[in-house]
C-alpha cells in the first residue's frame, strides 16, 4: 500500500515557478513509477509527467514540455515537479499518482494505483 500526499500548490503570476513535492509512505515506493496529473474546473483529468523507476526515463505532455520537470528521490520517497514559466492555462489541480510495484507508468490514468488528494495550483495573468 502507498500513501500519497502532495504540496506546494499555491497563487502565483503568470512567468512565475512552483516545486511540487509528492511525499509517500509505504515500503513499495522505490519499486513504482509515478506521474502527475491535472484537472481544471469542467475539464478531465489530464497526464502531465511521468518517470520511470529503473532509469529515470521521463515523458511530458506537449503542453508543458521544456517548462516542466519531473524528478524522484526514491530514498526520501518523494517525487517532485518544477514548474517554471506558468501560464494561467496551468490552473488546475495537480495529482501525483504511483503505479503499482512493478508496472509501467503510461499516460492514462488507469495505469496508476495509488493517487494523492491534489494541490491546487492557479496561474493569473
Known amino acids: 500500500q502507498v500513501q500519497l500526499v502532495e504540496s506546494g500548490g499555491g497563487l502565483v503570476q503568470a512567468g512565475a515557478s512552483l516545486r511540487l513535492s509528492c511525499t509517500a509512505s509505504?515500503?513499495?515506493?522505490?519499486?513504482?513509477?509515478m506521474g502527475w496529473f491535472r484537472q481544471a474546473p469542467g475539464k478531465t483529468r489530464e497526464f502531465v509527467a511521468a518517470?520511470?523507476?529503473?532509469?529515470?526515463?521521463?515523458y511530458y505532455a506537449d503542453s508543458v514540455l521544456g517548462r516542466f520537470t519531473i524528478s524522484r528521490d526514491s530514498a526520501r520517497n518523494t517525487g517532485f515537479l518544477q514548474m517554471d514559466s506558468l501560464k494561467p492555462e496551468d490552473t488546475a489541480v495537480y495529482y501525483c499518482?504511483?503505479?503499482?510495484?512493478?508496472?509501467?507508468?503510461?499516460?492514462?490514468?488507469?495505469?496508476?494505483?495509488?493517487w494523492g488528494q491534489g494541490t491546487q495550483v492557479t496561474v493569473s495573468s
Open positions: 499518482a504511483a503505479t503499482l510495484p512493478g508496472a509501467t507508468a503510461t499516460r492514462y490514468t488507469s495505469t496508476y494505483k495509488y
Open positions: 509505504g515500503r513499495t515506493f522505490s519499486n513504482t513509477d
Open positions: 518517470i520511470r523507476r529503473i532509469g529515470g526515463f521521463s
